[in-house]
């Protein structure tokens, strides 16, 4: 049993949202999950750049394009790692920033892993 200061582990996508879309347009789904597989790990790359060199206007800006992709995806986990890192590089600091990033890359690499996977299924 767990207690009130638990908090449950959240899907990396909305399920309801992707039922919902799935059941009707699927192929569209899965052009909008190739698109995000295939530009936001490059954006990524282009963060841990922008992050190694304190380039924080950068950071942010390319912090708060991987926050609109994952939210048109009812992807929160992504989006709120995201936001979290925009936040700390409006900031500009380096150690949140660091401390984002590190959260943004496992939840952007689990929502990747998972689009893949939905794309493969068929």
């Not at 282009?46 to 380039?55: G, H, P, S, Y």
């Not at 992504?78 to 990033?101: K, V």
């Not at 496992?106 to 068929?122: A, G, H, P, R, Y």
Request: glycine share 2%; hydrophobic share 40%.
């Amino acid at each position: 049993m767990g207690t009130s200061t638990d908090t449950p582990k959240k899907d990396v996508i909305d399920k309801e949202w992707l039922e919902r879309m799935a059941s009707t347009r699927k192929d569209f789904v899965k052009r909008m999950f190739s698109v995000f597989i295939a530009e936001e790990p490059k954006r990524l790359e282009k963060v841990k750049t922008a992050l190694e060199i304190n380039d924080f206007a950068e950071l942010k800006f390319l912090a708060h394009s991987i926050k609109g992709a994952a939210s048109t995806l009812g992807a929160e986990p992504t989006r709120a790692a995201a936001a979290a890192l925009e936040i700390a590089a409006r900031d500009e600091n380096s150690a949140e920033s660091q401390n984002c990033y590190s959260l943004l890359d496992e939840n952007l690499t689990s929502l990747v892993n998972f689009m893949q996977n939905f794309i493969d299924k068929e």
